[in-house]
């Protein structure tokens, strides 16, 4: 067995020392299990786990992934623009994988879901996730139907 020079190891938890590659190869499969165990990962944590797996030689990045809403920077709290409530919107509802087109498609549900709300209003509360499923919001049809699924098992 060929002797590795203390820069060449790396410690473990427990006090023993394992190679860089072998800790390599740890992390990677411990990636793997997270994104076995969340499908969706890469919709709304992309530039997350680009920083923790950074990219090969020659590798780009995946525009792709990079163009979905849910992987945008968080937008300041209190703004109201198109684009910050797109973002959070989608944040919210990453299993739809919106894309930065459909900002102008998101901020009309949006805003039918308030209108609705504001000519029922009469002080009663209404929930937005009741509101966008009258309106047909695919994300929404999506979820009350495996939710349904669910029930029937």
């Known amino acids: 067995m060929a002797k590795h020079s203390i820069n060449e190891k790396a410690k473990y938890l427990d006090g023993t020392y394992i190679t860089r590659r072998c800790k390599k190869r740890l992390r990677i499969e ?13 919709a709304y ?5 680009m920083t923790a797996h950074p990219k090969r030689p020659r590798e780009g ?16 709290p209190d703004a109201n623009d198109d684009r910050s ?13 919106y894309e930065i087109g459909d900002i ?3 901020v009309g549900w949006l805003d039918e879901a308030e209108e609705k709300q504001s000519v029922s209003g009469n002080g ?24 349904l ?3 029937m098992k």
Do not use: M
């Open 149 to 151: 699924r669910s029930r």
């Open 104 to 106: 102008a498609r998101i």
């Open 85 to 97: 409530r797109a973002i959070w919107y989608a944040k919210e509802h990453y299993e739809s994988y």
């Open 45 to 49: 944590r992309y530039v997350d786990y």
């Open 124 to 147: 009663n509360s209404i929930d937005l996730t009741t509101l966008l499923a009258g309106l047909g919001c695919p994300s929404q049809r999506a979820h009350e139907t495996s939710s």
């Open 61 to 76: 990045f995946n525009l792709y992934f990079e163009k979905l809403l849910a992987n945008q920077p968080d937008p300041e």
């Open 30 to 42: 411990a990636a793997g299990k997270t994104l076995r165990q969340d499908p969706y990962t890469l």
